[in-house]
Nanobody, 117 residues
């Protein structure tokens, strides 16, 4: 079992930056990959970025060059993953979720990101 808690969302003007963090606890030794997803009302949840334990990353085309995912290797009982979001656009407005698990079965509660024009 893995417990995920996101933080760092908020309201920012277009062109601004935010940094999201996800703290994973529980069976973190089993974590091989962690990702950030986002969802807006009426749309499916979409992958924003993911990172493996080895540091390999993958990004959605819409955020490449603007967002950076990083991780702190598991220390003690918490594993941290961050999403640095720069040059934010109004279309980045969404609830952002942290995700992990062998089958992607663990989700955080989500954090709201609102970008005003």
């Amino acid at each position: 079992q893995v417990h995920l808690v996101e933080s760092g969302g908020g309201l920012v003007q277009a062109g601004g930056s935010l940094r999201l963090s996800c703290a994973a606890s529980g069976s973190i030794f089993s974590i091989n990959r962690m990702g950030w997803y986002r969802q807006t009302p009426g749309k499916q949840r979409e992958l924003v970025a993911h990172i493996t334990r080895g540091g390999s990353t993958n990004y959605a085309d819409s955020v490449k060059g603007r967002f950076t995912i990083s991780r702190d290797n598991a220390k003690n009982t918490v594993y941290l993953v961050h999403l640095q979001m720069n040059s934010l656009k109004p279309e980045d407005t969404a609830v952002y979720y942290c995700n992990t698990g062998r089958w992607g079965e663990y989700w955080g509660q989500g954090t709201q990101v609102t970008v005003s024009s």
